[in-house]
C-alpha cells in the first residue's frame, strides 16, 4: 500500500468512527430513586466544635457488604450532540518522527489558540431526572470504569449529601467503555461537565436536571480535571479545565464561561510556560491561580524536577515559579499567603510562600500523596496518600493530617485505596474522600474522628466530587448553587468560612514541655474562638488542660487532637493562668489588657500635611501639575493600577523626592517635605520615564 493509500484509509477510518459515535443516541440511567440502592451506612449527627474524640477511640473504616452492581437502566434522548473529532496530522515521512501538533500563535480566537473544538448547544427536552427541594445537599461524583471498576459506562453519581443515599446514576449517551478524572457543575448547577476519556477524548455537558447531553466540548488530549473559578474581574463563575499533559500533548489550561454557552475565554499552552501544566488550582478570592507543572514526561517525574507556577489570570503570564520534584497537587491558604503542594515522588508536602515564591518548610506523608484539602479553620491538612510514586504501585490507603503550624504529622486517617481527592463539606465538619480503587467514598466527621462508607451502586471508580445546595428561588421552584468542590468552597459557603476565620481568635499549644508560649495577651470583654491543641506528637503522650481563673474545667486531648472553646475574655484587667501537667513549661498567663491606641487613620492629615491622590493607569498619572506651599509635608497616596512596578523620582538637585517602589495592583504612602524657597521642577517614574507631572512650590 503506497503513502497516499495509507493516508487515505487512515482518513475513512477516522470519518466512519466519527460518524458511528454521532448515531449513538441511547443515553443510560443507573439508579433512579426506586431503584434499590446498596444499603447506606447510618448518617453521623451534626458534628459539635470542641468535642472531638479521642485518637484511640477513632472507628476505622468499616467494610461495607459485598453486593452485585446495579444493572444499567435506559432513559430516552432525542438527538443528542455528535461529538467533534480533532483533524488528525499527516501521516509521517520515513525516517522523521511525527511533529506534534500545537496551539496556533497566529490565531484569534481562545478556541483556535488551544485547539479547542466547543459544539453547538442544545436545548433539553427531557423531563428531570433531578427534582430536588429546598434544603437539599447533592453531592455529584463520576463513576467511571477502570480501577478495576465492573461499571461498563462512564457515569454521574448523585448522593444526597444528608441521607447518604443515592439520588441516581446516569451515563450519557456512547459512554460504553470511557472514563474520566474528575466531573464539576457549573455555579448556578444548570450544566454538568463530564470528561470521556476513550475512542475520542471529549467532554460532555448535561443538563443539570434532565441530565441529557446538550454538548459536547473537544480539547487536544485526554481531559484531567474541570472545577469552578469565580472570576473577581468579570464576577463571574466560570469553568477552569486542563487536559493531562503528558507526552507534550493537549490543550493546556482552558476557561469555559457557561452564560456564553461554554465559549473559551482565556488559558494558556503548554508552549506559553514551556512545560506540563498538570493541575491548576485558583485562590479562594479568584485572583491568581497556582499550577503544577512535573516533569514533561511521567517517566521522569522521579527523576527531574518541576515547577509550581503561580499565574496572573488578567494576562494568563507566570508571575513567579518554584523548583520542587514532582509536584501534584496545590492547596491555597485561605489568605492566599501559602501553597501546600503534594509530591508523589518525594512523598512529601512542601509548603510555598506565594508572596515570595519560595519553599518555606517540607513534611513527610504517606505513600505517593496526591490530592490534599486544609481544615475550615485553616489549621490542618489531609492528603490523600494515593502511592502515587516509585515502588508504592497506587497501592496507599492513607490520609496524613498535618498540623499547619507546627508542619508536624498529627494523625494518619485509614481510607480506600488509591484514594486521589479530599474534599471539604461545605460546613467543614467532614473531609470526602474519593477512592478508585475500593469504588467508593470514605466519609470522616472531623469533631468525632468517625470514618463512614458509601459504595458506588455500580461499582465505578469514583474520583472527584461537587456539592450543590438547594433553595426556594421565591417562584415556587429551586434554585442550586455549587458550595463546594475540589478546589475549595464556593459562593455563600466561602463567605461564611472567611467569616468564621476573621473572628477573634487564639491559640494554646502544649507538647511534652509544656506549653509552648509563655504569655497570650487579650482584649477585655473580647469574644474569642480559643483553641487548645497538643502538638507533642506521638511519643509526648496525652496532655492535659485547665484554667480555673478561664473558667475552664480539666480535660485531656490525645496527640493531635484539638478542642475549640468560645471564651469570652474579664472586662476587668489582669492576669489569668492556665496550666497544663507537662513540665518544666507548665504554666501560661493569659494577659488581659486594653488594647493599643489605634494609628490615625492611612490618609488621615496632619494640619501642616498636604495630601495628593496619585493613581497610575496605563503607564500614565491621573494628574500632570500639582502646587504646594514652601517647606509643606506633602502625602503622595499612590495607587498602581498596571502590572508594571512604578515611583515617582523629582528631576533636580537637592531635591530628596524619591518614592518607594510600588508593584503591579500595589498601594503605598510616600512623605515629602517641600523646600523652603519656590521652586518648579519635573517628576518622573524612573521604570517609565514618559510617565511625568509637574510640581510647583510656592
Same mark, same amino acid.
Given at each position: ?10 482518513? *475513512?477510518?477516522?470519518?466512519? +468512527? ?17 431503584? &434499590? ?29 459485598? /453486593? ?25 515521512? /520515513? ?10 500563535? +497566529? ?16 436545548? *433539553? ?48 449517551? $456512547? ?11 457549573? =455555579? $448556578? ?49 466560570? @469553568? ?89 497537587? #496545590?492547596?491555597?491558604? +485561605?489568605?492566599?499567603?501559602? #501553597? ?15 508572596? &515570595? ?57 485509614? @481510607? ?48 472527584? =466530587? ?28 466561602? #463567605? ?21 508560649? &509563655? ?7 473580647? $469574644? ?8 507533642? =506528637? ?65 490618609? /488621615? ?88 507631572? &509637574?510640581?510647583?512650590?510656592?
Amino acid at each position: 500500500m503506497n503513502t497516499q493509500h495509507k493516508r487515505w484509509f487512515r482518513l *475513512s477510518a477516522m470519518l466512519a +468512527l466519527a460518524m458511528a459515535t454521532a448515531c449513538q443516541n441511547t443515553p443510560t440511567a443507573v439508579v433512579k430513586p426506586t431503584d &434499590k440502592p446498596a444499603a447506606p451506612t447510618a448518617a453521623q449527627p451534626a458534628a459539635t466544635a470542641g468535642q472531638a474524640a479521642p485518637a484511640s477511640t477513632q472507628a476505622a473504616a468499616p467494610k461495607p457488604a459485598a /453486593a452485585e452492581p446495579v444493572k444499567p437502566q435506559t432513559i430516552q434522548q432525542a438527538n443528542p450532540p455528535a461529538v467533534a473529532a480533532l483533524p488528525s496530522a499527516n501521516a509521517p515521512l /520515513a525516517g522523521f518522527s511525527q511533529p506534534v501538533p500545537g496551539p496556533n500563535l +497566529l490565531a484569534k480566537t481562545w478556541p483556535e489558540r488551544l485547539g479547542i473544538i466547543v459544539g453547538e448547544m442544545k436545548p *433539553s427536552t427531557g423531563k428531570p431526572l433531578l427534582t430536588p427541594k429546598p434544603g437539599d445537599l447533592y453531592f455529584f461524583s463520576n463513576a467511571s470504569t477502570t480501577w478495576g471498576a465492573t461499571n461498563t459506562k462512564n457515569s454521574v453519581w448523585v448522593i444526597d449529601a444528608k441521607t447518604r443515599k443515592t439520588v441516581l446514576e446516569v451515563a450519557p449517551p $456512547d459512554g460504553e467503555g470511557y472514563s474520566s478524572h474528575g466531573i464539576a457543575v457549573s =455555579g $448556578d448547577g444548570k450544566y454538568i461537565y463530564l470528561p470521556m476519556l476513550g475512542k475520542v477524548n471529549h467532554i460532555k455537558v448535561m443538563d443539570g436536571r434532565t441530565l441529557e447531553v446538550v454538548q459536547t466540548i473537544t480539547t487536544m488530549g485526554r481531559q484531567h480535571h474541570q472545577k469552578l473559578w469565580h472570576d473577581p474581574v468579570t464576577n463571574k463563575d466560570l @469553568i477552569l479545565g486542563e487536559d493531562f499533559g503528558w507526552s507534550f500533548s493537549g490543550s493546556g489550561v482552558y476557561v469555559l464561561d457557561p452564560s456564553q454557552n461554554n465559549a473559551v475565554v482565556g488559558g494558556f499552552s503548554r508552549g506559553d510556560i514551556s512545560g506540563n501544566p498538570y493541575v491548576t488550582t485558583p485562590s479562594p478570592d479568584g485572583k491568581f491561580i497556582v499550577v503544577t507543572v512535573p516533569a514533561s514526561m511521567s517517566a521522569l517525574r522521579d527523576k527531574m524536577e518541576g515547577t509550581l507556577m503561580k499565574i496572573d489570570p488578567k494576562t494568563w503570564t507566570v508571575l513567579g515559579a518554584v523548583p520542587m520534584i514532582d509536584p501534584l497537587w #496545590a492547596e491555597v491558604s +485561605l489568605d492566599g499567603k501559602f #501553597a501546600y503542594v503534594t509530591s508523589g515522588g518525594m512523598a512529601r508536602v512542601y509548603k510555598v510562600d506565594l508572596e &515570595k515564591m519560595e519553599e518555606v518548610g517540607e513534611v513527610m506523608t504517606g505513600p505517593g500523596p496526591w490530592g490534599a484539602r486544609i481544615s475550615y479553620d485553616q489549621s490542618k491538612l489531609y492528603t490523600a496518600d494515593k502511592g502515587e510514586g516509585t515502588g508504592y504501585n497506587q497501592q496507599g490507603r492513607t490520609s496524613t493530617v498535618i498540623d499547619l503550624q507546627t508542619l508536624g504529622v498529627v494523625d494518619v486517617l485509614p @481510607i480506600g485505596i488509591t484514594t486521589d481527592h479530599a474534599i471539604l463539606s461545605p460546613d467543614g465538619k467532614e473531609v470526602w474522600f474519593t477512592s478508585n480503587a475500593e469504588h467508593g467514598i470514605w466519609i470522616y466527621d472531623v469533631a468525632t474522628g468517625k470514618m463512614e462508607v458509601i459504595k458506588d451502586p455500580a461499582d465505578g471508580d469514583i474520583h472527584g =466530587g461537587v456539592f450543590v445546595q438547594y433553595t426556594d428561588d421565591g417562584k415556587g421552584g429551586v434554585k442550586a448553587e455549587v458550595v463546594a468542590d475540589y478546589s475549595g468552597l464556593h459562593g455563600t459557603a466561602l #463567605a461564611a468560612q472567611v467569616k468564621y476565620n476573621s473572628e477573634p481568635q487564639l491559640t494554646i499549644a502544649i507538647n511534652r514541655t509544656g506549653f509552648t508560649q &509563655k504569655t497570650l495577651n487579650v482584649t477585655p470583654g473580647t $469574644d474569642y474562638r480559643l483553641t487548645i491543641k497538643n502538638v507533642g =506528637g506521638t511519643s509526648g503522650g496525652k496532655v492535659a488542660f485547665e484554667s480555673k481563673a478561664m473558667g475552664i474545667e480539666k480535660f485531656v486531648l490525645d496527640p493531635g487532637d484539638a478542642r475549640e472553646i468560645r471564651w469570652k475574655a474579664p472586662t476587668t484587667i489582669g492576669e489569668l493562668a492556665g496550666n497544663t501537667d507537662k513540665a518544666p513549661n507548665n504554666v501560661i498567663s493569659v494577659t488581659v489588657k486594653a488594647p493599643a491606641a489605634p494609628a490615625a487613620p492611612a490618609g /488621615a492629615p496632619a494640619s501642616n500635611v498636604q495630601i495628593v491622590n496619585l493613581e497610575a493607569t496605563h503607564n500614565e498619572w491621573n494628574i500632570k501639575e500639582i502646587t504646594v506651599k514652601a517647606g509643606t509635608t506633602v502625602r503622595f497616596n499612590i495607587k498602581n493600577n498596571d502590572d508594571e512596578k512604578h515611583n515617582v523620582v523629582g528631576i533636580g538637585e537637592g531635591l530628596n523626592f524619591l518614592s518607594p517602589d510600588v508593584a503591579g495592583g500595589k498601594s503605598a504612602t510616600y512623605e515629602w517635605t517641600a523646600p523652603a524657597t519656590p521652586v518648579t521642577f519635573n517628576t518622573l517614574c524612573s521604570y517609565h520615564p514618559t510617565m511625568m507631572f &509637574k510640581v510647583i512650590v510656592q
